[in-house]
């Protein structure tokens, strides 16, 4: 029973709420990049329903609440993604992170990036 604490406080600071706020600044400086921007702002029309989506992935990720209900894989199959575009999206990602949260929470959401942008790249190079 006391076992579990310590996990307990890992997670302490990982919260809907600042999910959210990672999720929002993220993709603030997403639009803002002039290598990945572009890709984005082209493709996507409704950014409210985006951050919502992506809010419920993360939640889903770092939480195990279920709220995602979607395949990211099928998503960016279609997309003119290249390798080196995963650089970009990853640095930006760990800055914000780090901006946000302590070393030990910006470490969790950005181990958890990479293992995923991995598998994606690995996915779009079978294309
Ligand atoms: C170079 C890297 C990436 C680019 C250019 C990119 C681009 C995009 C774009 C344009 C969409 C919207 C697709 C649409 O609605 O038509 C999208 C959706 C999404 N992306 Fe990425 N992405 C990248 C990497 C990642 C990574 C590393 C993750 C996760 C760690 C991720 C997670 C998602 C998720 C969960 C969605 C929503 C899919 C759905 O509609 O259910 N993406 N991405």
Not at 50 to 74: E, N, Q
Request: net charge neutral.
């Amino acid at each position: 029973m006391f076992a579990d604490h310590g996990d307990d406080r890992k997670d302490a600071d990982i919260t809907e709420q600042a999910i959210r706020r990672l999720v929002h600044a993220f993709y603030a400086r997403v639009r803002q990049d002039p290598a990945i921007g572009p890709l984005f702002n082209r493709q996507i029309d409704d950014w409210p329903a985006h951050l919502d989506t992506l809010s419920a992935f993360w939640s889903s990720v770092m939480l195990s609440t279920g709220r995602y209900k979607g395949t990211p894989m099928a998503a960016h199959m279609r997309l003119p993604i290249e390798p080196v575009f995963f650089e970009h999206w990853l640095a930006l990602w760990g800055r914000t992170a780090t901006d946000l949260f302590t070393p030990e929470t910006a470490a969790r959401f950005i181990g958890k990036a990479e293992r995923i942008a991995e598998s994606l790249k690995l996915g779009l190079s079978l294309r």
